[in-house]
């Protein structure tokens, strides 16, 4: 089972940068590809990004290509995205997930509990 605790998340004027961060225990962290996905009030919960286990493939949804960056330290068993040119848009709760497989393709299979992030207009 492993436990996944996201951080980073706050409030920033559009245009601006923020950068979320999600520490993983008791799962070996390497094996798996990580994501990170988001909900915002009163829509589904929306895929924004995979990296796999050794970092070299990641995917991206088209709404943050370009301006999102997922990355990952496996000595550190930490994930990251960096989000740049925020839009209001993108405001959400941010939520790191492990797969079930190495690749960016894989399934989703655990869940943290999601850090808020805001974008103001």
């Known amino acids: 089972q492993v436990q996944l605790v996201e951080s980073g998340g706050g409030l920033v004027q559009a245009g601006g940068s923020l950068r979320v961060s999600c520490v993983a225990s008791?799962?070996?962290?390497?094996?798996?590809?990580m994501g990170w996905f988001r909900q915002a009030s009163g829509k589904d919960r929306e895929f924004v990004a995979a990296?796999?286990?050794?970092?070299?493939?990641?995917s991206y949804a088209d709404s943050v290509k370009g301006r999102f960056t997922i990355s990952r330290d496996n000595a550190k068993n930490t994930v990251f995205l960096q989000m740049n040119s925020l839009k209001p848009d993108d405001t959400a709760v941010y939520y790191c997930?492990?797969?079930?497989?190495?690749?960016?393709?894989?399934?989703?299979?655990?869940w943290g509990q999601g850090t808020q992030a805001t974008v103001s207009s």
């Open positions: 008791g799962r070996t962290f390497s094996r798996f590809a």
């Open positions: 997930a492990q797969g079930s497989r190495s690749g960016a393709e894989s399934p989703f299979v655990s």
């Open positions: 990296i796999s286990r050794a970092g070299g493939s990641t």
